[in-house]
């Protein structure tokens, strides 16, 4: 027999956390009832036990030492089996694991940032194979489930550099899964940050409507600045890409509001992000002449917060230029950002210039794009094996 569904993540809550840290059976028995609304005739009959032998236990009148009586509550109830005093060798190696990958999610996600997805796709993940098969087994502990979410939700962000558009909903998919376990977490600020990486992935695989409700949704838990300024920020790319006008010029006026306040933040909040998700909404919204005014005075080449942003810069005033007849200067853009995209790996940079391309009759510049692809799938990051 095994915990029921219904209270699979009970242990993930504050209450029940706290009754765990005692490590007393009594307390975290009582806690299970409460939580559950279980009699002491019903807890009886899901252990197998008298209900006046669970009101000993309850009491402390009654102990059980035995590893085999333990393991059984450990299973019926999904008790971190380390909890009652049982971990197993394999239990203690874990543990010990999870200490290793707190620093493996944190160096993933600087070589992100550093514009090295591939080498963070590829860090994280053996580490999200285990923690997988960990949940899958009924371990549901808080240590698991937080660096898990962590791990999936870094892994998805990764994912949506390196990933061919087509393929940017396993990306979605990824940063949904870090969602779904980051909803039965005690920390709003880790919700509010997962909901806007999960936002922005459902966006780069179309479902703009859904990403612009989940970003209102992290807007809803973000109360520092530089958190709502990130928010803003896709927010308003979210929107150019929908086509709502207002909303964008909004989020892009509140964002800006927001980084004189509090100054830039990371790789996303800061003003040169900012201005390339302007300039894309202008584009996305019908107002290529201003987008292309704007292209016209680039910022220097040093600028960019991250390698990636540099090349996702470059194409957006490419096509800006490209939407008034500019090609000559939108063919220059256009080689500098696949020379960089096809350095850093960024297959959906590189297709976003082949549909410009067409749409400009630029085919020696099509051509050009269409052979970095080519080539990224010879040597590209294998995905295909990686848990669903």
């Not at 942003?309 to 939407?323: H, K, N, Q």
């Amino acid at each position: 027999m095994t915990a029921t569904p219904s209270v699979r993540w009970l242990w993930l809550l504050p209450e029940a956390r706290q009754a765990l840290e005692t490590r007393q059976l009594a307390v975290i028995l009582r806690c299970y009832r409460k939580l559950t609304g279980l009699s002491q005739v019903a807890m009886g009959e899901l252990l197998g036990y008298d209900p006046s032998y669970v009101s000993l236990l309850e009491r402390c009148q009654r102990t059980i030492n035995d590893r085999q009586g333990l393991s059984h509550i450990s299973r019926v109830l999904g008790i971190p089996p380390h909890v009652l005093g049982i971990t197993s060798e394999e239990d203690a190696d874990f543990l010990a694991a999870l200490q290793f990958g707190e620093s493996t999610v944190r160096l993933a996600e600087i070589a992100r940032q550093a514009g090295r997805a591939a080498e963070a796709v590829e860090e994280l993940w053996p580490l999200v194979v285990r923690l997988e098969a960990r949940l899958r087994e009924g371990r549901v502990d808080y240590g698991t489930v937080a660096l898990l979410a962590r791990a999936r939700a870094t892994l998805g962000t990764s994912l949506g550099h390196v990933l061919a558009e087509e393929r940017l909903y396993l990306a979605a998919r990824w940063t949904g899964g870090a969602l779904r376990l980051a909803r039965h977490l005690d920390d709003g600020n880790f919700l509010g940050h997962v909901l806007r990486m999960h936002g922005n992935e459902l966006r780069k695989a179309g479902r703009t409507g859904a990403a612009i409700a989940r970003l209102a949704e992290a807007n809803q838990l973000s109360h520092e600045e530089r958190e709502r300024g990130q928010n803003f920020v896709l927010l308003a790319r979210a929107a150019g890409e929908h086509g709502d006008a207002g909303l964008h010029d909004e989020s892009v006026t509140i964002a800006d509001a927001l980084m004189d306040a509090a100054g830039p933040s990371g790789i996303l909040f800061t003003s040169f992000s900012l201005r390339e998700v302007r300039m894309r909404g202008l584009l996305g919204t019908g107002r290529a002449a201003a987008a292309a005014e704007m292209a016209q005075v680039r910022p220097g080449s040093g600028e960019a917060p991250a390698p990636q942003w540099a090349v996702i810069e470059a194409v957006t005033s490419a096509d800006a230029l490209s939407a008034v007849g500019d090609l000559t200067s939108a063919h220059t853009l256009y080689g500098e950002a696949l020379s960089l995209a096809a350095r850093l790996r960024l297959p959906h940079q590189i297709q976003r210039v082949v549909r410009s391309a067409r749409r400009s009759g630029l085919e020696e510049v099509r051509a050009d794009a269409l052979a970095c692809l080519h080539d990224l799938d010879q040597h590209g990051t294998k995905v295909g094996s990686l848990p669903g």
